[in-house]
Nanobody
Framework: QVQLAESGGGSVQAGGSLTLSCIAS?????MAWFRQAPGKQREGVAS???????SYADSVKGRFTVTKDNTKSTLYLQMNSLKVEDTAMYYC??????????????????????WGQGTQVTVSS
């Protein structure tokens, strides 16, 4: 049974930083972060493949960095300069090869292979 376990969420003031982690029970080719704020659609945040190629949503470029430790099957999301609008439940997911570059950023994307349970990030002003 595939499992994804996120951790690292919490509360922080605007301008602060947090690092999220996601441990997978296997070694997927592509992993990604999504987030969902209350009353909003889930959106793609960042993805990375086993070759280290990463992509980001425009709203987080320059502030968030996604990395992957393939030996540990662990995905990370370093979040800097956090804004109130970054407040959301953050989910880890594994993606199909063809979706890794940018398809996951499309609105209403729902084709991930597996999802984690999520970790809450709250940014206050």
């Amino acid at each position: 049974q595939v499992q994804l376990a996120e951790s690292g969420g919490g509360s922080v003031q605007a301008g602060g930083s947090l690092t999220l982690s996601c441990i997978a029970s296997y070694r997927p080719y592509c992993m990604a972060w999504f987030r969902q704020a209350p009353g909003k659609q889930r959106e793609g945040v960042a993805s990375i493949d086993n070759d280290g190629s990463a992509s980001y949503a425009d709203s987080v470029k320059g502030r968030f960095t996604v990395t992957k430790d393939n030996t540990k099957s662990t995905l990370y999301l370093q979040m800097n300069s956090l804004k109130v609008e970054d407040t959301a439940m953050y989910y880890c997911a594994t993606l199909r090869y063809m979706d890794c570059a940018d398809s996951y950023l499309r609105p209403y994307y729902n084709a991930a292979d597996h999802w984690g349970q999520g970790t809450q990030v709250t940014v206050s002003s």
